[in-house]
């Protein structure tokens, strides 16, 4: 039987996405065995991170700054506002590299099974910042699931009376893909948003 203190750390790391109860066993004692190497600088960093990063009072990102280095970033186009579910899709966007607007993260979607409303996810602020920020284009970069959909609507219907553009990212199919294996619903998605070549 293990200390209660290690079985403690073992639960909050279950707690983490991906972690079952044995991978957090493993990585509680990986962290253990080697407390130079590998505890040690954890709680270091975590500290930090605790101590120093905030959310972004624009965007909702997190960074060390606020407004966050994206949002502070003067070679941004400040016309261009790309809406996302999270922070993680906001940094996937940022390694693609192709991106040159501005973000606001949700920080989830509607849903009333969850009780999450529009209050929950700072719409207001971001109607705010469309409105004061002369935004051009809104891209909604929302999950294809029931509850991105019904946000994606939201947002369209809240944004159609303040003059901008509001679009969506395409869905279909990803490229490297193989039709066959591919699910009915990105298959009807893509046909759908087919384009003249």
């Given at each position: 039987m293990?200390?209660?203190?290690?079985?403690?750390?073992?639960?909050?790391?279950?707690?983490?996405?991906g972690l079952g109860p044995r991978s957090a066993?493993?990585?509680?004692?990986?962290?253990?065995?080697?407390?130079?190497?590998?505890?040690?600088?954890l709680l270091e960093a975590l500290a930090a991170c605790a101590r120093e990063v905030r959310r972004c009072g624009l965007c909702r990102n997190l960074d060390v700054r606020d407004p966050c280095s994206v949002c502070a970033d003067p070679g941004r186009d400040a016309g261009l506002l790309c809406v996302v579910e999270?922070?993680?899709?906001?940094?996937?966007?940022?390694?693609a590299g192709i991106w040159?607007?501005?973000?606001?993260?949700?920080?989830?979607?509607?849903?009333?099974?969850?009780?999450?409303?529009?209050?929950?996810?700072g719409i207001d602020l971001l109607m705010r910042r469309v409105a004061?920020?002369?935004?051009?284009?809104?891209?909604?970069a929302l999950g294809a699931t029931v509850e991105g959909q019904t946000t994606a609507h939201y947002l369209a219907e809240r944004l159609r009376d303040r003059g901008v553009t509001v679009t969506r990212l395409a869905h279909g199919v990803p490229v490297g893909g193989e039709?066959?294996?591919?699910?009915?619903?990105?298959?009807?998605?893509?046909?759908?948003?087919?384009?003249?070549?």
């Open positions: 293990a200390a209660v203190e290690i079985e403690r750390l073992a639960r909050l790391l279950q707690r983490l996405p066993r493993r990585a509680v004692l990986a962290l253990l065995e080697k407390r130079e190497v590998l505890l040690e600088p999270t922070v993680e899709d906001l940094w996937a966007l940022e390694r040159k607007g501005r973000y606001f993260v949700l920080g989830g979607t509607l849903s009333a099974l969850d009780a999450v409303g529009p209050e929950d996810l004061e920020e002369g935004v051009r284009e809104v891209v909604l039709l066959h294996y591919l699910d009915e619903g990105t298959l009807e998605a893509a046909l759908r948003a087919r384009q003249p070549l």
